[in-house]
């Protein structure tokens, strides 16, 4: 079946700091891969995505690229800051079947000023 | 604001009791889902709804039942509560089944039982 792993949090980072969190994946073919944030009682919010190989999602200062031979999706930023304090997940969804999402566990992520 | 509405965003139910989690998104999505989400555990999919007029189970159905009302609202129903079900529970949307867009997620409704 296909699964997604995330890294183990917390992450805790200095403001500025550079930020990776690892993603890495198990499916068939190509799925889609996304990464989701999390704040504070709050639901989960898109955040990036990429659909196909060598694809590189962006948004907000963040990147991940979809590497197939790696099957990785790790999520960069260059310069965190304390406001990206929050719950980061790793999805694909399979190219077929019934289409249902993967979740990671969630990577908690701390910055400090 | 465009995007998916839970109602309620709390609620404390006493073990046996009934209650239904309304949903409701303006995208014109076709499919949404129901999942709930535990500490050490992640995001569980409870029920979905690929299109209008059909529903599915996920991985841990037991203990709910779903109707898709119409193309805009999605319900989950707890018939009779348990402590196990506490839970929060987040309902999603997305513009087809096939998944290339990603989710919209509604705020969610925290569920305590007693």
């Known amino acids: 079946g296909n699964s997604v792993t995330q890294m183990e949090g917390p992450v805790t980072l200095s403001e500025e700091a550079f930020l990776t969190i690892n993603c890495t994946y198990t499916a068939t073919g190509y799925p889609s891969l996304f990464w989701y944030v999390q704040y504070p009682g709050e639901g989960l919010q898109l955040l990036l995505k990429a659909t196909k190989a060598d694809d590189k999602g962006s948004n907000k200062g963040f990147e991940a690229t979809y590497r197939k031979e790696t099957t990785s999706f790790h999520l960069e930023k260059g310069s965190v800051q304390v406001s990206d304090s929050a719950v980061y997940f790793c999805?694909?969804?399979?190219?077929?079947?019934?289409?249902?999402?993967?979740f990671g566990r969630g990577t908690s992520l701390i910055v400090h000023p | 604001n465009a995007g998916v509405t839970q109602t309620p965003k709390f609620q404390v139910l006493k073990t046996g009791q009934s209650m239904t989690l309304q949903c409701a998104q303006d995208?014109?999505?076709?499919?949404m889902y129901w999942y709930r989400q535990d500490p050490g555990m992640g995001l569980r999919l409870i029920y979905y709804s690929a299109s209008e007029g059909t529903t599915d189970k996920g991985e841990v159905p037991n203990g709910y039942n779903v109707s898709r009302l119409n193309k805009r609202e999605f319900s989950l129903r707890l018939e009779s509560a348990a402590p196990s079900q506490t839970s929060v529970y987040f309902c999603a949307s997305q513009i087809t089944r096939t998944g290339r867009d990603g989710y919209t997620f509604g705020s969610g409704t925290r569920l305590t039982v007693v």
């Open positions: 999805a694909l969804t399979p190219l077929g079947g019934s289409y249902i999402p993967t």
């Open positions: 995208m014109n999505h076709n499919s």
